[in-house]
């Protein structure tokens, strides 16, 4: 059988799960009997089932005999240990499903590489590695999470035609647009696909955003703001309590509620470091740094970041505050009607 045209089709699958199964990563399985898909599923939103348990629930009645015959693909290993669910391998060995098929294994602890012991002794043809690649790549962020014990980072910001970030002055605390109203949605997308945003003081402070996803649909991410000297005041958007925020501050004597958090950290020259333990501890896998200048520099600085999402728009300002350079690959580049969006991948992150 085509094992990379099966691999693609799970990540095809998984592709309707990842956000809403994080923490756990999206897993893609189809169920083949003679070069026929019987079965396909995808992880449920995290607490639910499985892309293996979805994918064999999904075999219609009049096909259930063929399972025993058939051949299993899944993105990742399966897993085998309790969690929210029962182990998936057991399901597998249950169903008497004699051929898997995994793109790559499990970094998780409780995994790694246990999943596929189990499957092989109990006498299951195991195979590893079909599109490892793309399967690792599909599931970076939790890859990230698991062998690197940091979230996933992303950077973003929107430049003018000649550089800058934002203009000299303003007139009130409303953001500049640099950008056209497709690539701000764009942003709304990609806030919605990741778990926690993160911007500074500064960026509060001039133009009071919400930081959420109104023009997506999805879930917003957890709000953090470094706020060293407790500066934003509750009638500023982010302490709104409409969603969990965390604030990181060199103040002591803050009070936590249940949708606004304050840790206490030191701002110096580990600052990126400590934003990265920080979101680590609350269990937050992918970030999106959406910071004004001396938010962005303090990660490129330290050479934090895995992607780079940089639009240049059309306006002009002469004079402002310049935008950071950065160093990366350019992996994508496109135009949004008359902007122009560059994608960099950190190398060496």
């Known amino acids: 059988m085509n094992h990379e045209l099966y691999m693609r089709r799970c990540l095809e699958l998984a592709a309707n799960g990842l956000r809403t199964a994080m923490p756990n990563p999206s897993v893609g399985a ?16 995290y607490g639910g089932a499985h892309g293996e348990v979805n994918c064999v629930n999904s075999v219609r009645p009049e096909d259930k005999h063929l399972i025993p015959e058939a051949t299993l693909y899944v ?7 309790y969690g929210k669910t029962p182990p998936c391998c057991d399901l597998i060995i249950q169903q008497q499903i004699p051929n898997i098929v995994i793109g790559t294994t499990d970094p998780h602890e409780k995994v790694a590489g246990k999943g596929i012991l189990k499957l092989l002794e109990a006498g299951k043809n195991a195979i590893v590695g079909v599109l490892e690649n793309e399967c690792r790549e599909f599931n970076r962020r939790f890859f990230t999470f698991h062998e690197k014990k940091r979230p996933y980072i992303i950077l973003k910001w929107a430049e003018s035609a000649d550089g800058y970030l934002s203009p000299k002055t303003k007139d009130s605390k409303k953001p500049v647009w640099i950008t056209n109203q497709y690539s701000r949605q764009l942003v709304h997308k990609w806030r919605s696909e990741e778990i926690a945003i993160v911007v500074g003081t500064q960026t509060v402070i001039d133009d009071n955003p919400k930081l959420d996803v109104r023009d997506w649909t999805g879930i917003s991410p957890v709000r953090i703001v470094l706020d060293r000297t407790n500066r934003v005041s509750s009638d500023y958007a982010v302490k709104d309590g409409s969603v969990k925020s965390i604030f990181l501050t060199e103040q002591t004597d803050l009070e936590s509620s249940e949708n606004l958090l304050y840790e206490t950290i030191s701002f110096d020259d580990n600052l990126a470091q400590t934003v990265s333990d920080i ?8 970030v999106i740094i959406e910071g004004g200048l001396k938010t962005l520099q303090t990660f490129i600085t330290a050479n934090l970041w895995d992607e780079a999402r940089v639009f240049k728009g059309t306006t002009t300002f002469r004079e402002g505050t310049k935008a950071p350079s950065i160093r990366g690959t350019i992996i994508k580049k496109q135009m949004i009607v008359n902007d122009e969006l560059l994608i960099y991948k950190n190398e060496n992150s």
Do not use: A, D, F
């Not at 189809?30 to 939103?45: A, D, F, M, Q």
């Open 279 to 286: 979101l680590y501890k609350h269990n937050l896998q992918s």
């Open 30 to 45: 189809v169920l083949v009997h003679n070069n026929r898909i019987i079965g396909e599923g995808y992880t449920s939103p």
């Open 75 to 81: 993105s990742l290993e399966p897993c085998s240990h």
